[in-house]
Structures are given as structure tokens and as C-alpha cells.
């Protein structure tokens, strides 16, 4: 476990973007209306966004951090580190922290870092920022987060098709003594790499012809080697297996019981799991805001899309204490807890 505290900087206002197209699960002709019905029920996803090909995670991001730095006033010359989290990045190469350095006007001098991470990726996202930061004494910093999953999932595919949607975040930090410490937690298991995988388009199976070829693998489920694919019960399994820990481990080392944070923030893969996960930790649900049932599982931009949606009108006033949790592909995990105080957190914007 990479257990540890940054200090000196703290976050100051957060945005989301999603696409401006709404997929309703049930409407879905995938899925019977029995299938339907017990899917929203149980998985809690009722409608998903979907990016259409002229937009892709720069777009939403960019889109994001344009808002958010309108909203709190600062200027692009004084970003001076960007940390782009994605899994779906506009090209091969170069990567989405140049494109989004370029369309924001920042300095030529800004530390560009670009990292390929999942459901996780905003808790990972956080801490490789911060600490970049923290060393450096960075002044302010850019965090873009981002996904458009629905790029890499096949239609013809009922275990995936609903579950997975499109939004992009941006996070702005602020390098101050007057921040409290923020703490991580952070961990990963290689043995699950291939439970969420896309198999071709990469170096280890180049794209080809027999990319695109479709496969039955099971009921409902048609796809060829470039789509996702997901052993949802072994990632659900693991997730209940180290995230309750990883969360005890946090609050002990910050020193925090489980009743202090007012808000645990979950990634949301699925109101099950995150049902299960407040319960094991014995939590009053009313600390555990959700955006599954209106945007589904935006991958990376899970927790910040639930922020901008759940306590927009919260953060800004006053001081909050926040757990926020990610987990999946990878495997990889990680939880980061913090006070923030009068964060700027604009309404999610569409972007069409």
C-alpha cells in the first residue's frame, strides 16, 4: 500500500462536462423489459451520456477546466503543472496533456503529465498532482480527468452497454500553508489486468482486420477483440475485498473516526457495491452522494461528476471533510481524505 500525507496544497474548485446526449436504459432494445426494469433496479443506472464522434475527453475537459477557471477567476499563466487522467485519449501520441496545455493558452513552461488510469484515476490523479506540486512549490495546478468509454463498448453487448457513459472533470489546485494535509491511500493487483480489458490496438495485439471481427461469447453478448470487456462479479468481488480496508487504514493514519467525514464520494460502478461498501463501514447513506441513476459509470469522472451534481451547493460554503474512493481497472484501487474549505463547484455543463 502506498500509504501517505501531502501538504500545502489544497483544492479549490472542481468542474464537470458531460455530452449533451442522453441514453435511457429503459429504452434500451438490447435488454427485454423485464431486463431492463431489474437493471435499473438493481445496478441503478437509468440513463447514461453519450459522446458522439466529433467529441472526444480533450473536448470535455477542456470544456471543464474553461468554466472553472472562469468561475474562480484565475488566469491560464498561472497553471503551472497539468496532470490529464485518461483511458481514451484523442490519439496514440502525442498525449491529451499537450492538446489541452495548447486549447487553454498555458505557459510553455508548464509541467505536462499524462497518466493512463481507470476508475481510480481521479484518486491517482489527485495524488500525483499534489505531490508534484508539494515539491516543486507550484503555485496552481490543473487536474483533467476524463473518459469516453462508450467508444470502446460494443453494442451488441448487454453486459457493458448500460453501464458505462462519457464526462470530463477538471480540479484546480492550489499550493498554500494555509491548506490541511491531504491523505492517500493507494494500491493495485496486476493479477486482475485482464477482468476490465480491451485486448487489440495496443503494441502487445496490434490493430487488425481481425479486430472488428464479432464474437458471441455468451446471451446477449456480441463483441469483437477492440471492444471492452468486464468480469463484472470478479471486480465487484475484489472491490469489497480491499476497498473496506484501505478506507480503515486512511481515517486511522489521518487520525479520523468513521462518523467524522461528512461525505464518502465512491466511484460509481453500481448502487450494489456501493450500497455494500456503506454498510460494511457502517455509514449513514446520507454521506454517500450518487450520480449512477442520471450518468452512469463515467469511469474516471465518476467522483468529481457526483460532486459537481450532489454538493454543488455545499462545497462552496464553508469547510467540508471528504473521503473519496476509487477502484477498478487494473486491478487498482486508492482513497484520499481531506478538509476542504469554499470550493468553487459550477453545475455540470453539457456540451453538444
Known sequence: MALFSIHNVGITGIASAVPGIVADNLKLNLLNEDERNAFVKRVGIRRRRIAPPSICASDLCVAAAERLLAETNDKVEEIGALVFVTQTPDFLLPGNSMLAQKRLGLSRSTYLVDLNQGCAGYVYGLATLSGIMCSARIKKGLLL??????????????????????????????????????????????EGAVAIHVRDGGFRHPFRKQSLDMQAVGPGIRRAPVHLAMQGVDVLQYSFRHLVPNISELLQMAGWDFDQPDYYVFHQANKLLNEGLAKKLGLNF??????????????SATIPVTINYRLNQ??????????????????SWGSALMQVDSVVCPEIIELN
Open 314 to 331: 455545499l462545497l462552496p460554503h464553508g469547510s467540508h471533510r471528504l473521503v473519496l474512493s476509487g477502484f477498478g481497472v487494473g486491478f
Open 145 to 190: 480527468v476524463g473518459d469516453t468509454i462508450s467508444k470502446l463498448i460494443s453494442a451488441e453487448d448487454k453486459s457493458t452497454l448500460p453501464i458505462f457513459s462519457d464526462a470530463g472533470s477538471a480540479t484546480l489546485l492550489e499550493y498554500t500553508t494555509a491548506s490541511d494535509p491531504m491523505f492517500f491511500n493507494l494500491g493495485a493487483d496486476g
Open 286 to 299: 446520507a454521506k454517500v452522494p450518487e450520480s449512477l441513476a442520471d450518468f452512469g459509470n463515467t469511469s
